[in-house]
């Protein structure tokens, strides 16, 4: 091999390498639940989340003061559909009966409408202000839960959406945890 032979091997090998190192840490690689603030594409907070997996929203209702929770699964769209809601209060904002296709029970003191068949590109949420409770439930039986202040302020919102992350997002990122 000749000298020039060399130098055009290292240079498309440094050219490889580098490309390799871009498409590593820069393409879209692990589906999340992400938390967008506001209007914008930066990242608050991520959950990776796959196809089928579901997940769970809850928050304290800040006039009758007792738990909402509003379950969620991951469609094969990447799309997320609302299936349940339970609450124990009629009040403002709360749902007086079912919809088509839905059922209402009332079990163990709470109420509950299943079978919804909502589904959502995106959710705006915004994390409680006066009563900052909201939480954010996963895994096996709901095994994982945490408090949305340990990751964001109270009176934060966000855009919640399905997306991918890059590798170079998820190692930087504010990833949610057990």
């Not at 003061?65 to 509003?70: I, M, Q, R």
């Not at 709360?94 to 409408?113: L, R, S, V």
């Amino acid at each position: 091999m000749s000298a020039l032979n060399r130098k055009q091997w290292c240079f498309i090998t440094i050219i490889i390498l580098s490309l390799s190192y871009l498409i590593a840490f820069f393409f879209p690689f692990k589906t999340a639940l992400i938390f967008y603030k506001e209007n914008t594409e930066q990242i608050a907070m991520f959950l990776p989340l796959d196809e089928g997996d579901t997940f769970q929203h809850i928050f304290t209702h800040s006039i009758h003061l007792t738990d909402v929770v509003e379950k969620y699964e991951v469609t094969h769209k990447n799309t997320i559909q609302q299936t349940e809601i339970i609450y124990e209060e009629f009040a403002i904002g709360m749902p007086a009966n079912a919809q088509e296709g839905e059922a209402f029970t009332y079990e163990d003191g709470k109420y509950h409408i299943k079978n919804i068949n909502q589904t959502f590109d995106q959710i705006k949420l915004r994390n409680g202000k006066v009563v900052s409770e909201n939480r954010l439930v996963w895994g096996n039986n709901a095994q994982y839960q945490v408090y949305l202040n340990d990751y964001v302020q109270p009176g934060a919102w966000f855009t919640v959406k399905m997306d991918k992350v890059t590798l170079w997002q998820y190692l930087k990122g504010v990833r949610v945890h057990e």
